[in-house]
């Protein structure tokens, strides 16, 4: 009797359990009502391809394209010209620009000259008697040389036997060893090889300028060049000949230059290319930094947006039916803000929103 009221218990134990918990679950049921989606507003445009052009921006420093640096190629006492040797000084062409005391090394010029002339003398007689068909030349040579002017070309040699006596003699060897002393006595006076203008001095009057010593540097005004660096992929949108604008770095200063030369080297830590900007102003200073806007190759058919629009290198979001949906385009240049792409028809809706939480197939209205 015992375990039948414990069977009996127990049973109804479980099924007050089992109806608890269904009641439970039955009270925390809510009705959930019918699902609204909310249309997000975005902006658009009509898309209307156009020709466009590349347009590269860059940098660069301003370096004259007809530079001399000044180096001397003797030893002496640097003596003041016609013109302070000062920066900022302009000379015109062939005008001197370095003057060194050359007493001493004309001193030994003419003095070897004269043992030249002693030599010449001495063969004379020589000519007269073995060779008197050239002696008239011979002597007339010698009667014109003077050692204060620049050696004359010797009379020439036809006969073989005459040239074996005269080098024999030693007369070729002196002649070409007092040439070669007077090219360097040029070298005492550097002129200047056109109009331009001192921008470096290194030295001042009682100087003693020794070979291989840096004097100073002159350029010539109004011819300069901008080097700037192109990272390889935009190099294919530029080429020579294209129009640049350039300006200053307070956008106050604008001209304008043309691409002279592109290197073919790339460079291996930067990955850029050397590209050239030839610059035409007399505006332009030794060293002034530009910006660049090159207007390179025209893009057909083509349509310009913000680069953030572009997902995954390849779609952008138009607009069909008020439903977003991804098209493939195809971009042709991006710059710091902007991508030209290709692939959309005329008349595509596009999405200009910056919208991070769009997806395909999402519901949209248009902005008021």
């Known amino acids: 009797m015992r375990k039948i009221i414990l069977i009996v218990l127990g049973i109804i134990i479980i099924a007050g359990s089992v109806f608890g918990a269904i009641y439970i679950v039955k009270s925390n049921t809510k009705t959930v009502g019918p699902n609204k989606t909310i249309a997000k507003p975005i902006a658009v445009k009509t898309v ?129 060893n007092i040439k070669n002393l007077e090219v360097r006595l040029a070298k005492f006076h550097l002129k200047a090889p056109f109009d331009g203008i001192l921008t470096e001095a290194s030295i001042t009057p009682g100087t003693l300028v020794r070979p291989g010593q840096r004097l100073g540097e002159f350029i010539k005004p109004g011819e300069f060049e901008l080097e700037v660096a192109l990272q390889k992929a935009l190099v294919d949108y530029v080429e020579i000949g294209d129009t640049v604008n350039l300006f200053g770095i307070d956008k106050k200063f604008q001209t304008k230059g043309k691409i002279t030369r592109i290197n073919t080297q790339v460079d291996s830590n930067s990955q850029s290319v050397q590209t050239f900007i030839m610059v035409n102003d007399s505006r332009v200073k030794e060293g002034m930094y530009l910006e660049a806007e ?18 995954n290198n390849a779609e952008v979001f138009i607009v069909k039916d008020s439903v977003l949906a991804l098209k493939q385009v195809k971009p042709v240049y991006y710059d710091e803000n902007t991508a030209i792409i290709k692939g959309l028809a005329n008349g595509d809706t596009i999405m200009t929103s910056n919208l991070s939480s769009a997806y395909s197939g999402m519901l949209i209205k248009l902005k008021k």
């Open 48 to 176: 209307k391809n156009t020709t466009i052009p590349v347009v590269v921006k860059t940098n660069g420093q301003v370096t004259a394209l007809n530079k001399f640096e000044l180096f001397s190629e003797v030893q002496g006492i640097f003596e003041q010209s016609d013109k302070l040797f000062r920066p900022g000084q302009a000379f015109k062409k062939d005008e001197t620009l370095v003057k060194i005391n050359n007493e001493e090394f004309v001193a030994n010029l003419k003095s070897t000259k004269s043992e030249f002339y002693n030599l010449l003398i001495s063969i004379l007689p020589d000519i007269r008697l073995d060779y008197p068909e050239h002696f008239e030349e011979w002597d007339a040579y010698v009667k014109d040389f003077s050692v204060h002017e620049p050696l004359q070309p010797l009379p020439e040699i036809e006969s073989s036997n005459l040239r074996y006596f005269i080098n024999g003699r030693g007369v070729i060897t002196s002649f070409y």
């Open 294 to 311: 090159i207007y390179g190759q025209l893009v057909k058919n083509a349509y310009k947006i913000s680069r953030s629009l572009v997902r």
